[in-house]
């Protein structure tokens, strides 16, 4: 009882978590105001190299769950290993597909302990 309601939770953050990151952000309307010169501090952030670090730091999470309920699918593995790499080479969208699917795999991962064991 306790393991599937962990499980739940686990599901249920990861819902979330998707749900949030998938928004598009709005810019607030613009007001007339006097030319600013730019600084370092009102750079444009980069939204894409934002979302493919949260995506990464959620799949880190996920495996870890995964691994310490010895529910890792080697192929989860192997994609987060991937998206490590290609935040390494600052490839903003491979990095967020891959740790995309790392955590779903986890997620899928601890849904089979739900099941009964084969015979």
């Known amino acids: 009882m306790l393991e599937r309601s962990k499980f739940w939770w686990v599901v249920l953050g990861v819902v979330a978590a998707g749900c949030t990151m998938s928004e ?3 810019a607030a309307p613009a007001t007339p105001t006097a030319p600013v010169a730019a600084t370092p501090s009102t750079a444009p952030v980069d939204t894409a190299a934002e979302e493919a670090k949260a995506l990464l730091a959620q799949a880190e999470t996920d495996v870890q769950r995964a691994r310490a309920k010895r529910a890792l699918w080697s ?4 994609d987060l290993v991937a998206a490590r790499q290609a935040a390494a080479q600052k490839d903003h969208a491979r990095t967020s597909r891959l740790a995309r699917r790392a955590s779903e795999l986890a ?3 601890l849904e089979q302990l739900a099941y009964p064991p084969v015979r």
């Open 24 to 26: 598009p952000k709005t």
């Open 75 to 78: 192929k989860a593995w192997e």
């Open 107 to 109: 997620a899928l991962g």
